[in-house]
């Protein structure tokens, strides 16, 4: 019995992506899963309010996300040949979003770097990871943007 059917596999289309893509591709070959390779554009509808020519920031905008769905469409056929995956390109609230998709889908997991903030003013800023964690109905995995999976067990544990 396969146990995940429908995973959301959130990136930053970075090299932080790397880690969470094979986490990714490793359990939907175990089950099979369908995946759905998402990343969520940052609104930047509010800099239409500081500018005279709105149809100049509009066009940059459209153009923006016009570049970042080939992107992803070629990131999800080179990182995910052989799966069922599909990309998907959101914008506005990352964990809102999420979890809308994840209900409107019926996924049975969310694969997601944790987007850590750190220093003096990481109060500053959210942490989708932490919102998504905190109200998702299904399962979440966190990778750490600075994963590291070399360790050597004490001898006398």
């Known amino acids: 019995m396969a146990l995940f059917s429908t995973i959301i596999c959130c990136i930053n289309l970075t090299e932080n992506s790397d880690d969470i893509v094979q986490y990714t591709r490793g359990i939907a070959k175990v089950d099979n899963a369908r995946v759905i390779v998402v990343h969520s554009l940052p609104s930047a509808a509010h800099l239409l309010n500081y500018v005279s020519s709105r149809s100049m920031i509009e066009n940059i905008l459209e153009e923006s996300k016009a570049r970042t769905e080939v992107f992803l469409k070629d990131f999800v056929e080179k990182n995910f040949a052989g799966i069922k995956a599909e990309p998907l390109l959101m914008s506005g609230?990352?964990?809102?979003?999420?979890?809308?998709?994840?209900?409107?889908?019926?996924?049975?997991?969310?694969?997601?770097?944790?987007?850590?903030?750190?220093?003096l003013f990481s109060f500053m800023f959210s942490r989708p990871s932490e919102s998504v964690i905190g109200h998702s109905r299904v399962p979440v995995m966190v990778i750490p943007n600075d994963l590291s999976l070399e360790c050597t067990a004490e001898d006398d544990f």
């Open 93 to 119: 609230n990352p964990a809102r979003e999420l979890i809308e998709l994840a209900d409107k889908v019926c996924a049975d997991l969310i694969i997601m770097g944790s987007m850590s903030t750190k220093g």
